[in-house]
């Protein structure tokens, strides 16, 4: 049996990392680990909290918040405070605000400590922004996976109005490119392609032929 590698997935918004992930960690019998989901939960209690988005409330938002990621029949499952939480994190309004909350420097760390924990056990595949340069420095396999702007809004307004959400493809455009913008600029664990970082743009390529080409590299590394 193969070494079981803890694998590091990182790019911006839109580029099918948890899809990717997800699919590649079910092929090799590895654990997927969904960071964004994790701030996205602090994001939806702070809106859900009704308290201005700023640093002072995202940091006692954050405080006693418990994020538990489960896989329940096949299907990777988020509760906060012990609740379902899986679709009420996928909205357009959470989207707009994990940006914010992500750059707080307490919500990383707590995260951190327990994204680093999880990745002890080996046998994962973890994804986020900032795994690679920040939270798994020392990751056996690391990726940077990406696309363009415009195909990825075009990802997302698919997967929106499949879910019976009105949107328009126009403005999630303009949300990836300023969210873009943001955890790029951003003061803390900013987004960035590590440097022993493996680029995959998945532009032009489908689902199945990104999983391929991750399992080759995490197969070699």
Known sequence: MSELKVVAVDGPAGAGKSTISKLVAGRLGYTYIDTGAMYRAVALKVLESKLPLEDEEIMIAARDVDIDLRNEDGVNKTYLDGRDVSTEIRTLEVSRSVSKVAAV??????LTELQ???A???GVIMDGRDIGTVVLPDADVKIFLTASVAERARRRYDELKAKGLDVELGSIERDI?????????REIAPLKQADDAILIDSTSMTIEEVADKMIELINRG
């Open 120 to 122: 002890k056990r080996g």
């Open 105 to 110: 420097g307490f919500v990383r760390e707590r």
């Open 177 to 185: 490119a300023a969210r873009d913008k943001l955890d790029s600029e």
């Open 116 to 118: 680093r924990s999880m």
